[in-house]
């Protein structure tokens, strides 16, 4: 799905070469610094290459409409953006964004039980704890479909208990739905669980990449 060649960023990335294989988990772990998160960044073109090139989907990414890339590649921050209104605007803001049909409330409030969120839907998101607001933005970006969905940390709020059943409920999303999962995770027990290609960043460089058998 993503082809990464000769790709420089400053002075944090430096890749000479990586493939992300569509329809796949992919762990990206490392120390803090190293350019995980940067690589993400570059992934969905919120940031550009100072040199190099990237490739979705066999086209160069510097000729597709950054817009359009950004509604079938989606990027969660570890540091969720939570949009004024109620839970159900959170949940729904992503939809119109990618340009699907609403969907019905009995389906959001499954979605939400299914990370222990038991929140109304009329309820304000600004009330919400930091570990609830990761769970409604993952539920909000799950709901949008995208064919890539980047996830910075996205358990670095909740308890061993939740992030497991967070993980889960991800992990099934992508294999039935056939969709790209890309993963930065500072737990290495998390990805070699979850991971099905698993890259170590040190330094900003890859020092180790591995798949991981069935």
């Not at 998160?37 to 989907?57: A, Q, R």
């Not at 930091?130 to 910075?152: H, N, S, T, W, Y």
């Not at 070699?192 to 798949?211: A, D, F, M, S």
């Amino acid at each position: 799905m993503f082809v990464l060649k000769n790709v420089r960023y400053k002075n944090i990335l430096y890749i000479d070469h990586l493939v992300i294989p569509k329809g796949r988990i992919t762990c990206i772990t490392g120390e803090s610094g190293s350019g995980k998160t940067t690589l993400l960044k570059l992934l969905n073109n919120l940031i550009s290459s100072d040199s190099g090139e990237i490739f979705y989907m066999g086209k160069n990414m510097r000729e597709i409409d950054p817009v359009q890339l950004r509604r079938e590649v989606v990027l969660l921050p570890q540091t969720p953006v939570i949009f004024p209104g109620t839970i159900k605007d959170n949940l729904l803001i992503g939809r119109r964004f990618s340009e699907r049909p609403p969907v019905g409330d009995d389906e959001l409030s499954v979605l939400l039980e299914k990370t222990r969120l038991s929140k109304d839907l009329a309820s304000s998101a600004a009330e919400l704890s930091g570990g609830e607001k990761q769970r409604l933005a993952l539920c909000r970006v799950l709901l949008m479909e995208p064919d890539a969905l980047l996830l910075d940390e996205p358990t670095s709020a909740l308890d061993n208990d939740t992030a497991d059943l967070v993980m889960g409920l991800v992990a099934n999303y992508a294999r039935d739905k056939r969709k790209t999962i890309v993963m930065v995770t500072h737990s290495k027990e998390l990805a070699r669980i979850y991971g099905e290609k698993l890259v170590t960043i040190n330094g900003g460089r890859i020092v180790h990449v591995e798949e991981v058998a069935e």
